[in-house]
């Protein structure tokens, strides 16, 4: 099936993923909704495609090469090209102090967060180049964590870190060739994982609250509306950039 124009969403399962694949749909884009969650994947799906989009779910795991490798290909196999990617897949798993935490977890986090943006960037801009009317969007997922230092969360602060910098340094490198690529920094946004932890008293929703100068958390289609905007013919100039989507957390 060919279609005008086709979003790869990773870690869509739930939360910013799962909006961003809605609001991409909203916006006229088909979309590949990926995830290791078969059940809530295609819950999705069907849910854009109920709502008279176009919408597949492509179970992945972007932990390998050959695993992301693979998605991108379906992708194209399924709907004939891809113009929007959106890195979203991102796991956090710091529960204390640097000397505290285990190597394998920083690995883990490497892998899933570095890597898989990493290997994603490298078949979809390999996809881009090579298809007719060579170009396209890609927005990776990074952090406000990315952005500074974040106390109990050395690990998955370097991470995304790495995320910016993979960002800024691939947006000059296909700058020339119709590729934009950009990042969203997200604050505290009440995701169903964060909603879980405040319900088990893990973390306060009045103090994370108060972190933002707007004093609330972001929800997740915040956060969607402005990847579906870097993803739009009216950001057509903006490339290598950091978009936050903090609440002002950063201007402080």
Excluded at 24 to 53: C, K, P
Excluded at 161 to 172: F, I, M
Aim: charged share 15%; hydrophobic share 45%.
């Amino acid at each position: 099936m060919n279609v005008s124009s086709v979003a790869l969403v990773t870690g869509a399962t739930t939360g910013i993923g799962k909006e961003t694949g809605l609001a991409l749909a909203r916006a006229g884009h088909a979309v590949i909704v990926s995830g290791r969650r078969e059940e809530a994947g295609e819950a999705v799906a069907r849910q854009i495609r109920d709502n008279g989009g176009l919408a597949a779910f492509i179970a992945a795991d972007v932990d390998t090469e050959e695993g992301v490798a693979a998605l991108v290909a379906a992708t194209v196999e399924h709907f004939g090209r891809l113009d929007v990617a959106v890195n979203n897949a991102g796991i956090a798993l710091d529960t204390g102090r640097l000397a505290d935490e285990p190597t394998s977890r920083f690995q883990q986090m490497l892998t899933t967060n570095v890597l898989g943006v990493f290997w994603g960037m490298k078949y979809q801009i390999r996809q881009m180049l090579a298809q007719d009317n060579p170009g396209g969007a890609i927005i990776n997922l990074a952090s406000i964590a990315g952005l500074g230092g974040m106390r109990y969360a050395a690990n998955y602060s370097a991470t995304k870190h790495a995320v910016a910098g993979l960002t800024r340094s691939a947006a000059l490198e296909y700058a020339t060739d119709d590729i934009r690529i950009n990042g969203v920094a997200p604050a505290a946004i009440k995701t169903d994982i964060l909603s879980t932890a405040i319900a088990a008293g893990t973390w306060d929703e009045a103090t994370i609250a108060a972190l933002q100068p707007v004093n609330r958390m972001g929800r997740p289609t915040e956060v969607a509306d402005a990847i579906t905007w870097l993803a739009s013919p009216q950001a057509s100039f903006v490339t290598g950039t950091i978009l936050n989507v903090d609440g002002g957390y950063k201007a402080q």
